[in-house]
């Protein structure tokens, strides 16, 4: 999982300034969080599963407990 910036998501959705973007991601019904800078971010996992309606792939990672 990596941070989608605002670039990439301007990018994306076309639009250039904050409020459409996070207008835009609300349309499409992408989770966000809005940073101290006014700017939204998402996270790739949520971007592909949000667009895509699917889960995105995932690795599993053994949990080891000591004994």
Known sequence: MSVVSFEAL???SGFKQ???????LGN???RYVVGGDGKPRTTSDFL???LDGK???RK????????
């Open 10 to 12: 301007a990018e994306l």
């Open 28 to 30: 499409n019904r992408i």
């Open 18 to 24: 904050a409020s459409k973007v996070i207008e835009w």
């Open 55 to 57: 889960p995105a792939e």
């Open 60 to 67: 599993a990672t053994p949990v080891l407990f000591d004994r």
């Open 48 to 50: 592909a599963e949000d």
